[in-house]
């Protein structure tokens, strides 16, 4: 059973910045697609950036150039790097690993984007 944990959602301001963290329960080796997604109440849960186990990454338009994902296979971890922050981008955002025909989910991190 492969857990994944996310870490580092909270309050913060417009323009501010957040590190989210997500650690699994087994080698990443053996999860092709590390990914985040999001959920803001009322929507649907949306892609917000991929990594390959090679470092082949894809972002949602709407977070180019502010959110960097990136991943160390050694630490079963994968991080994504958020920067200015703007109150769109509130919502509970999930992990998600991809291992041929298999989907993980982590249970989600809270993130609030407002003064």
């Known amino acids: 059973q492969v857990q994944l944990v996310e870490s580092g959602g909270g309050l913060v301001q417009p323009g501010g910045s957040l590190r989210l963290s997500c650690v699994a329960s087994?080698?990443?080796?053996?999860?092709?697609?590390m990914g985040w997604y999001r959920q803001a109440p009322g929507n649907q849960r949306e892609l917000v950036a991929t990594?390959?186990?090679?470092?082949?990454?894809n972002y949602a338009d709407s977070v180019k150039g502010r959110f960097t994902i990136s991943r160390d296979n050694a630490k079963n971890t994968v991080w994504l790097q958020m920067n200015s922050l703007k109150p769109e981008d509130t919502a509970n955002y999930y992990c998600?690993?991809?291992?041929?025909?298999?989907?993980?989910w982590g249970k989600g991190t809270l993130v609030t984007v407002s003064s």
């Open positions: 998600r690993g991809t291992s041929g025909a298999m989907i993980y």
């Open positions: 087994v080698s990443i080796f053996s999860i092709n697609i």
């Open positions: 990594i390959s186990i090679g470092g082949t990454t």
